[in-house]
C-alpha cells in the first residue's frame, strides 16, 4: 500500500514578486548557498552562507544566461559556442527573480526571458571572475 508522505518543502519553490530581501530555504549544510539576494542599483547583491557577499552587474549575469537559447550548453568538447544573441533595450532589466529547488536561481528579465536556471556555483563565479 502506498501513501502519500508529508515533506518538507525543500523541492518547493520561493517566487518573489519584488526585489527586496529574500530568504530561501536551507540546503544541506554544507552546500554553498545564497541566504539572501536583493537589487541594489544594476547590480544583483548576494550574501553567501560562508558569509561572502557578491555583486554581480545585471548584464553581466544575463549575458552569461545559461539557457540552450542564449548558448549556454557546451558541446562534446566542453566549448561553449555562443550563438549570436540579440539583446533589446529591456534585457538587461531584471522583472523578478525566484530560487528553484534549493539549488538555482532563476531570474525574470523585464524583456521577458526567464529560462535561465543558474546554478549557485555559477553565481559565484560570475562574481569571482569580475573585474571589479
Ligand atoms: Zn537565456
Known amino acids: ?12 519553490t520561493l517566487f518573489i514578486h519584488n ?9 544541506a549544510p554544507s552546500t554553498l548557498h545564497p541566504l539572501r539576494a536583493e537589487t541594489i542599483g ?3 547583491a548576494f550574501i553567501w552562507s560562508d558569509g561572502q557577499e557578491s555583486f554581480i552587474p545585471l548584464e553581466k549575469l544575463r549575458r552569461a544566461c545559461p539557457c540552450a537559447a542564449c548558448g549556454g ?7 561553449v559556442e555562443r550563438p549570436h544573441v540579440s539583446y ?5 532589466e531584471l522583472r523578478n527573480f525566484r530560487f528553484v529547488g534549493g539549488y538555482a536561481f532563476q531570474p525574470t528579465w523585464n524583456d521577458g526571458h526567464d529560462s535561465g536556471l543558474y546554478t549557485f556555483r555559477q553565481l559565484r563565479s560570475l562574481n569571482e571572475n569580475a573585474s571589479a
Open 1 to 12: 500500500m502506498t501513501s502519500i508522505e508529508a515533506r518538507p518543502t525543500l523541492d518547493s
Open 19 to 27: 526585489l527586496a530581501e529574500v530568504s530561501i530555504m536551507t540546503p
Open 88 to 92: 533589446g533595450p529591456h534585457s538587461f
Open 73 to 79: 550548453e557546451p558541446d562534446v568538447m566542453g566549448n
Open 42 to 44: 544594476d547590480e544583483l
